[in-house]
């Protein structure tokens, strides 16, 4: 099968990519959302699944951070299309045999593969649907891919509600073997095929340290996604304990509320494509989701004795406000040259995942200092400024030419 011209936004890369990241965020955020059933089925408390779950997701975001390097580094020395195939293989085997773990030591190893293989899925995706797509829709075709993709979460919750847990994850691994499948239609982007040829160094890593403007880039581009993981790795992950600690009269489940974020995700990618597409500018969308997001932040931590009901839609005015993960990927993709993109792309995304266990680590650390709801405050105003004064230093991309290499 042939993909459409680059200039359509809806050609059988998008399409690919689109699922990839479906079955992806499915397998990514399969552990949130079955956490405590399945923790509580091995044998232990909701506090001490509370406990081991931190454990557990820091492992896993621990094996995105490494997978990011791996995968992003092959996406430019073997091809895009290789860790496409590479990286659904293993996540995929990954999450077949989560469903036979026994031990909270066996889930957080096998969490950790299932890390590493789910790393490359979206940076490779990006970067091939950037460098297929004309550079005036991009944006557009990257926020479809991470629209569609993110629904993944959505279908995770309410087949959890159907199936046990262990075979929720048979059914990831499943639905990543058949996507091998579909994506034998695709074809490596023109772009890295003439870089390919040429007598450069592609996926050299260490590029993005020994040159203080790359270096900046490279760090920006990473800083200016903190808040998405913030906000579903803490505040949505254990939204349980926060709502008790809220003095919630219903017991928040933390499954339930990353469906309703996730909904919401899932529409603001999109939205946020055409308000760069309308705008003409990824920085200037940013800063809006980046405002919503602050208020959102204001409305859940002044909730107190309200409702679940309440609570649930706070969260999913919270994922809505932090859905800009698309234009976050995108512009990590469009900093760089050919030969470098897919390091960046793939890299960066997971970066952030892989933050997560330092974000876990300062919101533990203040709980000996203050309560638990103030340690989420105060760990939330560091992230956003940090990612605030990021984009604020972070060059815009909107329809930059990508034909283009690193020396």
Not at 73 to 85: E, W
Request: hydrophobic fraction near 50%; charged fraction near 15%.
């Amino acid at each position: 099968m042939k993909n459409k011209s680059p200039d359509s936004i809806f050609n059988i890369a998008v399409l690919v990519a689109a699922l990839g990241y479906f079955v992806d965020i499915y397998d990514l955020l399969l552990f949130n959302i079955v956490r405590l059933p399945s923790l509580t089925s091995l044998g232990l408390t909701e506090e001490q699944a509370n406990k081991s779950g931190e454990f557990i997701i820091s492992i896993q975001m621990t094996g995105l951070l490494i997978g990011g390097i791996i995968w992003g580094i092959m996406a430019d020395k073997k091809g895009r299309l290789s860790v496409l195939f590479g990286s659904i293989i293993l996540y995929s085997t990954a999450n077949i045999i989560n469903g036979f773990v026994h031990t909270v030591n066996e889930y957080a190893l096998v969490r950790f593969f299932a890390g590493v293989g789910l790393a490359g899925e979206l940076g490779a995706g990006i970067t091939l649907v950037s460098e297929l797509v004309h550079k005036e829709k991009r944006g557009i075709s990257t926020s479809l891919v991470a629209g569609i993709g993110l629904t993944g979460a959505v279908v995770a919750y309410f087949i959890s509600r159907e199936f046990d847990w262990r075979i929720c994850y048979f059914i990831g691994g499943g639905l990543g073997l058949g996507l091998l499948i579909l994506r034998i239609s695709v074809f490596e982007s023109g772009m890295y095929t003439q870089v390919k040829e040429m007598k450069v160094a592609r996926g050299n890593f260490t590029m993005f340290f020994n040159n203080g403007k790359r270096f900046r880039k490279y760090i920006f581009s990473i800083l200016i996604g903190l808040p998405t993981w913030y906000v579903i790795g803490i505040l949505i992950a254990f939204s349980n304990k926060f709502g008790k600690e809220f003095g919630l009269p219903e017991k928040i489940n933390p499954g339930k509320a990353t469906m309703y974020a996730y909904t919401a995700i899932s529409i603001a990618d999109i939205l946020i494509g055409l308000i760069s597409q309308w705008l003409r500018s990824r920085k200037k969308a940013l800063f809006i989701f980046y405002a919503f997001t602050v208020i959102m932040l204001l409305l859940f931590f002044t909730q107190h004795n309200t409702n679940s009901n309440t609570m649930y839609w706070i969260i999913a005015g919270l994922g809505f406000a932090t859905g800009f993960w698309a234009i976050f990927v995108t512009m990590a993709a469009e900093q760089f040259g050919t030969n470098l993109r897919a390091t960046a792309a793939t890299t960066a995304p997971n970066m952030v995942r892989g933050s997560l266990p330092l974000m876990i680590i300062l919101f533990n650390a203040l709980q000996q200092y203050t309560s638990y709801v103030n340690a989420g405050i105060i760990t939330g105003v560091i992230v956003m400024s940090i990612s605030i004064i990021a984009a604020w230093f972070t060059e815009e991309t909107f329809g930059k030419d990508l034909n283009y290499i690193e020396n």
